[in-house]
């Protein structure tokens, strides 16, 4: 017996899977990252960009062509990039939660930009899924702290859950303008959503 094709979810994500292979871009995700550039204009020409959870590559690409030849992003995921990049783009092999990892030197500091599309292998509980991806955040935000420059921006995903309020009141101590957003190329159903932290306040 034949399936029926399921409309509605599938097709409109189908949509943005043949968009971003028609664009060569390695993932849809890389319309997540469209749109809040749309919004908040938080890539320019001649940026340092750190791109957490940068697997497979689609946020990689997308700003590298942002900061042009000026710039320069790098990419740090668990899991190798196996696509080409740019001469603007690198990415590393390393695990963000390992402070003390051989790779944070080539990584280097003084970015403009850290952002991160990391998500937990999910469970199907809504709340240890939420509470993963919590972590993911605090990771990303730690790394922000470190390697960001005043005045500059960020951006990590995070799943809506019972420390979603935290998270926003993390983010608010260390930028003078904190926003939410949540992309319409996210999947309808997914809790996923961004925060996005602009100008970085100079701690005490």
């Known amino acids: ?55 497979p590559g689609s946020w990689l690409l997308y700003a590298a062509k942002a900061v042009g030849a000026s710039g320069l992003v790098v990419g740090v995921d668990l899991a190798p990039v ?35 599309d990391m998500a937990p292998s999910t469970t199907g509980s809504a709340g240890v899924d939420a509470a993963r991806s919590f972590q993911l955040c605090e990771a990303a935000l730690a790394v922000a702290r470190q390697r960001l ?5 960020f951006v990590c995903k ?13 983010v608010r101590d260390l930028f003078a303008v904190q926003k939410n957003f949540k992309p319409q190329s996210c999947r309808k159903a997914s809790k996923e959503i961004y925060i996005v932290g602009i100008n970085r306040k100079q701690e005490a």
């Open 149 to 153: 420059s005043v005045g500059g921006c």
């Open 1 to 55: 017996m034949t399936k029926k094709k399921r409309s509605g979810n599938n097709t409109w994500q189908d949509h943005y899977t043949r968009q971003a292979k028609k664009e060569k871009y390695p993932a849809r995700s890389v319309y997540k990252l469209e749109e809040i550039q749309s919004k908040f204009r938080i890539l320019r020409p001649g940026q340092r960009v750190l791109d957490l959870g940068c697997a």
């Open 82 to 116: 196996t696509e080409a990049l740019p001469g603007n783009a690198r990415a590393l092999t390393g695990d963000v939660f390992d402070a003390d990892a051989e790779f944070w030197p080539a990584v280097g500091g003084a970015f403009d930009v850290v952002m991160s």
């Open 158 to 170: 995070i799943f809506q859950g019972e420390d979603f309020q935290l998270m926003m009141s993390q």
